[in-house]
């Protein structure tokens, strides 16, 4: 079965501290990857996705077929960054969201 | 676009009662997903649909969960008879049809908050 972990519920760093929120995924097939991200009431919006290979907000992913990850990073972290980032793979299309249990980022001054 | 719309934002019942929550996708699109949110857990798929149609519901409990989207009008969320294990976060993101390109982004709603008393 389709599996998305993000073993972190909690990381807390100070600014301007490099981040990096874990996701490991178990699919046999290609599948898509995605961070969504919930600032304080704030809906969910999407941050990133893999095939994009965009870097938004200073974050960047990388997907590793071989480890099955797609780890979250950013170099330098800012306050406004403080906020729950989910995890997300789906397998094709118009394919349903498998999401994470989720990572609460603190960024302290 | 007012982007997708939940309503009601927060929804008391009592066990027994029925719940009906709704969702408003965002203008132009035709794919319609529900999600729930247990306390402490990531959000779960419960039902994809289109206009008139249900494609996937391989998430939504057997019994007392319903889920339609008519060719007018809201998407539609339904649970009978509401135990306290309903209680939690119902999410409904929509997404526009299918370019061909890749998974469509799912554009989400603000939640309707259920608590069971």
């Known amino acids: 079965a389709q599996r998305v972990t993000q073993p972190e519920k909690l990381l807390s760093v100070f600014k301007g501290a490099p981040v990096e929120l874990k996701c490991n995924y178990s699919?046999?097939?290609?599948?898509?990857l995605f961070w969504y991200v919930q600032y304080s009431r704030q809906r969910l919006q999407l941050l990133l996705r893999?095939?994009s290979r965009e870097s938004i907000k200073g974050f960047t992913a990388d997907l590793n077929k071989g480890e099955t990850s797609f780890h979250l990073k950013k170099p330098f972290a800012q306050e406004e960054d403080s906020a729950m980032y989910y995890c997300?793979?789906?397998?094709?299309?118009?394919?349903?969201?498998?999401f994470g249990t989720g990572t609460r980022l603190q960024v302290f001054p | 676009n007012a982007g997708v719309m939940q309503n009601p934002r927060h929804l008391v019942r009592r066990r027994g009662q029925e719940a009906r929550l709704r969702c408003s996708p965002m203008k132009g699109h035709s794919h319609v997903y529900w999600y729930r949110q247990l306390p402490e857990e990531g959000l779960k798929f419960m039902v994809y649909l289109q206009k008139e149609n249900i494609i996937d519901e391989s998430g939504m409990p057997k019994e007392r969960f319903s889920a339609e989207f008519p060719k007018e009008g809201p998407s539609i969320l339904r649970i009978q008879q509401v135990v306290r294990g309903d209680s939690a976060a119902y999410f409904c993101?929509?997404?526009?049809?299918?370019?061909?390109?890749?998974?469509?982004?799912?554009?989400f709603g603000p939640g309707t908050r259920l608590l069971v008393l």
């Open positions: 699919y046999s097939g290609s599948p898509e």
């Open positions: 893999h095939i």
């Open positions: 997300a793979l789906s397998r094709y299309n118009t394919d349903k969201l498998i």
């Open positions: 993101a929509s997404s526009p049809p299918t370019s061909g390109k890749g998974q469509e982004t799912q554009y």
